[in-house]
């Protein structure tokens, strides 16, 4: 509904900005040749990875032949069947999610067959599915772009770990980095923890089943149209600095020019991507370990308290964000999830939403005062600047509450964990029948 305005095409006096309604959904009707029934990677080169341009492609075909068959205009067509098949994905990420929490077995305990009282024992919390499903920012953002195709590919993944099945959790892994590559990102995290559990078979069987999925869906575009196929990787090397990043801000406060520079941001961007990973892993090895057991040359026992997997993949899929070059609108899709899973608390969650709301409508007041300049309509820079900035300290307030959470896991609501009662304080011994009585209050 919030989309409706846009569905049509042919926007004139800047309505997809007015209204908010923007969707490259809709842009890329044309832009991607699917009006002339162009198949992507073959007919037209995508900058997708392949599994979301084969999304694009099967819906195209089906607009572009009904539009002929019924003498149409298909765009209409494709955006509404778009929108109906990501609500789907959308209700199956929420599906999945209730599902994750109303398990919530530990994965975090040592050995083969753990005790299954301690498996169970954390509380379930499937009503954490609603902070997913009522997440104001998924009003405005499920259907600019195909990142929920995406993350209903991606929750499999956790459920399917959560219940030790790491081949069926591996495919679905593959399948979410063959649409999006953000859950490329996953595998870090699962590898750290499994390192320090001494369980790394497990790991190693989802991603090896992860690249071998991800595998036979490129390899066929890769070897028949290897240009087009490489499109995706080119254009996010060569994209300069985007609206609304950390980078675009700190050139708007400074007027940095280097920061003009795309290579050269590029270089920065990967300098603290990779000492935010370095911390990330050394928090998932260090935090919460408790003294091994004696001979076990310290494996983690069932009193170590580890961070759990989705909270190593906000950090990891959230310094990505806050250090990349590239913050799409819809990116915020990626990280809902994992907060959710990783951070079950509505108050800075909905702060956070707020900044994102903030965001979202600034960013079309921008585009709509550069693309009508000299008409004076739009916002000016100082408060796009301000709803960018309030974007990026509000995620990484949910880092550092993160953080907090995995170094003090009582604060924890998923672990369920109850504080310790104190000692009791010594009972004095009784007193001889020889002692004189208390003197008398005055």
Not at 156 to 179: D, K
Request: proline share 7%; charged share 15%; net charge positive.
């Amino acid at each position: 509904m919030q989309k409706y305005p846009c569905a049509s095409g042919g926007w004139t006096d800047w309505a997809q900005y007015t209204n908010a309604c923007y969707t490259d959904i809709r842009a890329l009707w044309g832009a991607e040749r699917l009006n002339e029934g162009a198949i992507p990677y073959r007919d037209h080169p995508v900058e997708y990875p392949v599994l979301t341009g084969w999304f694009m492609g099967i819906l195209g075909q089906i607009a572009f032949r009904v539009g002929n068959v019924f003498g149409t205009d298909g765009g209409p067509i494709f955006y509404h069947l778009n929108a109906i098949v990501l609500f789907i994905c959308g209700a199956a990420a929420i599906a999945i999610l209730h599902k994750i929490r109303d398990d919530n077995r530990r994965t975090d305990l040592p050995g083969p067959n753990p005790d299954p009282a301690l498996v169970y024992s954390r509380p379930k919390r499937p009503w954490d599915a609603m902070m997913l499903a009522a997440a104001p920012i998924v009003l405005v953002t499920a259907t600019v772009n195909w990142d929920l195709f995406a993350i209903a590919l991606s929750m499999p993944f956790f459920l399917y770990w959560q219940r030790s099945r790491p081949i069926m959790a591996g495919l679905f892994l593959g399948l979410a980095v063959a649409a999006k590559f953000y859950a490329l990102l996953f595998i870090g995290p699962l590898l750290i923890l499994a390192l320090r559990q001494r369980k790394l078979l497990p790991a190693l069987q989802a991603t090896a089943t992860a690249a071998v999925v991800w595998a036979v869906i490129n390899a066929p575009v890769a070897y028949f149209w290897r240009d087009s196929w490489m499109r995706f990787f080119e254009l996010n090397s060569e994209r300069p600095v985007d609206w609304g990043t950390g980078w675009y801000v700190l050139r708007g406060i400074t007027g940095w020019e280097k920061l003009w520079d795309s290579e050269y941001v590029n270089d920065l961007y990967l300098v603290l991507f990779a000492l935010s990973c370095i911390g990330i892993a050394l928090l998932g090895l260090f935090a919460g370990r408790r003294p091994g057991i004696p001979g076990l040359r310290g494996i983690a026992t069932a009193d170590d308290l580890m961070p759990r997997l989705a909270q190593l993949c906000f950090l990891v899929v959230a310094a990505f964000l806050l250090f990349g070059k590239v913050w799409s609108q819809q990116y915020v899709l990626w990280l809902l999830p994992l907060a959710v899973l990783a951070r079950p608390k509505w108050g800075a969650f909905l702060l956070w939403q707020a900044a994102e709301l903030f965001y979202f409508f600034s960013f079309y007041g921008k585009m709509l005062q550069v693309s009508a300049e000299g008409e004076d309509r739009g916002i000016p820079e100082f408060l796009f600047l301000t709803a960018a900035a309030s974007r990026w300290i509000m995620v990484a307030v949910m880092c550092a509450l993160i953080v907090q959470e995995v170094l003090i896991p009582r604060l924890d609501s998923v672990r369920g964990l109850r504080l310790r009662p104190r000692p009791a304080a010594a009972t004095p011994p009784p007193g001889e029948a020889s002692d004189p009585a208390p003197a008398a209050a005055p």
